[in-house]
Every structure is written in structure tokens, then in C-alpha cells.
């Protein structure tokens, strides 16, 4: 059973950084992409990057492009989201989520199955 748990999350003001984490477990975590999603008061989710199989492969939504860094761990089953330059509009619940199917690409967000609880990122400005 594929289990994924977010923490990072807290209050930070506006240009502070932020790093999430996402610990991954139920599965080989090396043959997965991995992304992240947020969900603000009364707004849909909405997808924030995803990062593919291979390291190299990453995409970003055109919000966080430039800010928002999103790694790997394999050797740790762990994803990152490093968020920098935060904005009171950033202000969300963070999810982590992982795909049913092996070695897929980074592909802003299509696909994702398997969600974790998610955690609280607030900026004030």
C-alpha cells in the first residue's frame, strides 16, 4: 500500500523560503514520478511541479516557475519542494502524490492517484 506523509509546512512571511518534504513508502519510490499539488481556502487543487523518474526531469506550473524547486532522494524515498520568494498568494494545504503507473515523465500533473494528507504552508505579507 503506497503511503505518502508531507511535513515542512508552517507560517513563514512574504520572501521567506520554505521546504517541504514528502516521504514515500508501500513501493519502489525510484521508479516513480512524484509531484506536488495545493489547495487554497475555496479554490480547486491545483498542480505546483512534478519531478519524473529520472531526476532530470521536472515541470512547473507557470506560478512557482523560477521559485519553486522540486528534488529527489531515492536512496531516502523522499521528494522535495524547496519554495523560495514566498507570496501571501502561495498560502495553501501542500499535497504530495505519486502516479499508479512506473517510469513516467514529469507531465504537470496528469495521472496522479495516490495523495498524502497534506501540510500548511501560510505567508503573511
Known amino acids: 500500500q503506497v503511503q505518502l506523509v508531507e511535513s515542512g509546512g508552517g507560517l513563514v512571511q512574504a520572501g521567506d523560503s520554505l521546504r517541504l518534504s514528502c516521504a514515500a513508502s508501500?513501493?519502489?519510490?525510484?521508479?516513480?514520478?512524484m509531484g506536488w499539488f495545493r489547495q487554497a481556502p475555496g479554490k480547486e487543487r491545483e498542480f505546483v511541479a512534478d519531478i519524473g523518474w529520472r531526476e532530470d526531469n521536472t515541470y512547473y506550473a507557470d506560478s512557482v516557475k523560477g521559485r519553486f524547486i522540486i528534488s529527489r532522494d531515492n536512496a531516502k524515498n523522499t521528494v522535495y519542494l524547496q519554495m523560495n520568494s514566498l507570496k501571501p498568494e502561495d498560502t495553501a494545504v501542500y499535497y504530495c502524490?505519486?502516479?499508479?503507473?512506473?517510469?513516467?515523465?514529469?507531465?504537470?500533473?496528469?495521472?496522479?492517484?495516490?495523495w498524502g494528507q497534506g501540510t500548511q504552508v501560510t505567508v503573511s505579507s
Open positions: 502524490a505519486a502516479p499508479d503507473k512506473r517510469f513516467t515523465i514529469a507531465n504537470g500533473g496528469n495521472d496522479y492517484v495516490y
Open positions: 508501500g513501493r519502489p519510490f525510484w521508479t516513480y514520478a
